[in-house]
């Protein structure tokens, strides 16, 4: 499942990043295998994606966040 498949405030453990042009910009950012991520906020077409990844918020346009493969994180 991708981050755009997340709802809103449900965690996501990073399992892969698909690699294009985005994968530097994503890993610099801090999102890399094993990071947490839970989308906080959402526009009404999901483009672009507010996302919590460790004590940070970051905008993501959804293209980028195609690129982000995760798993539901049950808490």
Known sequence: ????EL??????IVIDL???E???KLVEMGIY?????????FTLLKDPI???VS?????LR???????IVTKCDL
């Open 55 to 59: 004590d940070s918020r970051l905008m």
């Open 62 to 68: 959804k293209e980028e966040a195609k690129s982000i």
């Open 50 to 52: 507010c996302v919590s």
């Open 1 to 4: 499942m991708t981050l755009c």
């Open 18 to 20: 698909i690699q294009n």
């Open 33 to 41: 295998k094993g990071r947490s991520i839970t989308p906080t906020e």
């Open 22 to 24: 985005f994968t530097l």
């Open 7 to 12: 709802e809103k405030n449900e965690m996501g």
